[in-house]
């Protein structure tokens, strides 16, 4: 079935760090993926989205390429602010009902 | 703020029981997922309503039922608790419930059982 594997947190980074946080897929059919972020006490939020193979998504600085050949979606940012802080998650669906969200990714980011 | 909103935010209960959890849509969504967000399994689907009927299932136990009444607000029904429910449960809504319509999540209601 289809399923999202995330790269395992914490990270910590210091500000105006790059980042990255891996993403890769299995999917059976040809999915669409999102990039969610959740700041602490509250829902996701919807960061960026991509729906088919070479689409770029992106939002705030941040960015995430749809690669078909590697099955992934990596979420970068040139350069993160404290703000940033918060829990990444990585999604796809492929019939616009069941959505797989992957573990989620805890960011820290320090001055 | 997202405009789908939860209720109770938190609530606190004993093994064995039953809790309802209410979800409001954001206005003119017919859509409706809930999700449950654990330490160890991180989000997981469970069920998704289109304007009152079901429309996906994904990990919902037999234990949990949900419905989506005419006004469009939402219920997930949680019986018979186990400790291992404890867990945030989200709702999450969107327009027409398919292709790539953005889902807009509720703040989410933290469920504990003692």
């Known amino acids: 079935g289809d399923s999202v594997t995330q790269m395992e947190g914490p990270v910590t980074l210091s500000e105006e760090a790059f980042l990255t946080i891996n993403c890769t897929y299995t999917?059976?059919?040809?999915?669409?993926l999102f990039w969610y972020v959740q700041y602490p006490g509250e829902g996701l939020q919807l960061l960026l989205k991509?729906?088919?193979?070479?689409d770029k998504g992106s939002n705030k600085g941040f960015e995430a390429t749809y690669r078909k050949e590697t099955t992934s979606f990596h979420l970068e940012k040139g350069s993160v602010q404290v703000s940033d802080s918060a829990v990444y998650f990585c999604?796809?669906?492929?019939?616009?009902?069941?959505?797989?969200f992957g573990t989620g990714t805890s960011l820290t980011v320090i001055p | 703020d997202s405009g789908v909103t939860q209720t109770p935010k938190h609530l606190i209960t004993a093994t064995g029981q039953r809790v309802t959890l209410r979800c409001s849509p954001r206005?003119?969504?017919?859509?409706v997922y809930w999700y449950q967000q654990s330490l160890d399994q991180g989000l997981q689907f469970l069920i998704q309503?289109?304007?009152?009927?079901?429309?996906a299932k994904g990990n919902i136990l037999e234990r949990f039922s949900a419905q989506q009444f005419p006004d469009l607000h939402s219920e997930l029904n949680l019986s018979s608790l186990e400790l291992g429910d404890s867990a945030l449960y989200f709702c999450?809504?969107?327009?027409?419930?398919?292709?790539?319509?953005?889902?807009?999540f509720g703040p989410g209601t933290r469920l504990l059982v003692l």
């Open positions: 999917a059976t059919g040809y999915p669409s």
């Open positions: 999604a796809l669906t492929s019939t616009g009902n069941q959505f797989y």
């Open positions: 206005s003119g969504d017919l859509s």
């Open positions: 991509a729906t088919k193979a070479d």
């Open positions: 309503y289109y304007n009152g009927e079901e429309r």
């Open positions: 999450a809504s969107s327009g027409t419930g398919g292709g790539l319509q953005t889902q807009y």
